[in-house]
């Protein structure tokens, strides 16, 4: 088992380990599926939110849900990628968190996810929490155990 020298690693506000939003691809309400694949093409992100004009949170788009999007009965309907919104396939049954919790609450969130998006109290979308990040923290501190 391991024991942590002390709680307050734990404790600590994701805040500083945050990727800005302003560091993060993103597509808005109304954009077509076509423009959320290009951007998940060109950043090679698996999945990027969704924010409304405000840049309050409102869901994550994948080339998952596009391409489901598309699929006919006989074949890919390509030509129907400019007329699909992002806002009718974005995923919004997902985790977040707020830019205020813990270290702790994101450890037990990230067990599911690759990455959380972290808003504020009114939405406002703040940045991503990467699995990455969490787990080179937790290594920092489990390395200084040894010492």
């Avoid at 939110?49 to 994550?60: A, E, H, I, S, T």
């Avoid at 067990?111 to 969490?134: H, K, P, S, W, Y």
Wanted: charged share 25%; glycine share 4%; net charge negative.
């Amino acid at each position: 088992m391991i024991s942590l020298p002390s709680r307050d690693f734990l404790d600590t506000p994701i805040e500083e380990f945050i990727i800005s939003s302003e560091k993060v691809a993103h597509v808005q309400l109304g954009n077509s599926a076509e423009h959320a694949l290009l951007v998940l093409t060109k950043t090679g992100y698996s999945a990027i939110p969704v924010l409304d004009p405000k840049y309050r949170f409102c869901g994550l788009i994948n080339a998952q849900r596009i391409t489901d999007a598309i699929l006919g009965l006989e074949h890919i309907e390509y030509e129907r990628l400019p007329d699909i919104k992002v806002d009718e396939i974005m995923q919004t049954d997902l985790p977040l968190i707020n830019i205020t919790e813990r270290f702790q609450r994101a450890l037990d969130l990230l067990i599911d996810q690759n990455f959380l998006c972290v808003v504020d109290a009114e939405g406002m979308f703040m940045g991503i929490l990467t699995r990455r990040v969490i787990l080179k923290q937790l290594k920092k501190q489990i390395y200084q155990l040894r010492k």
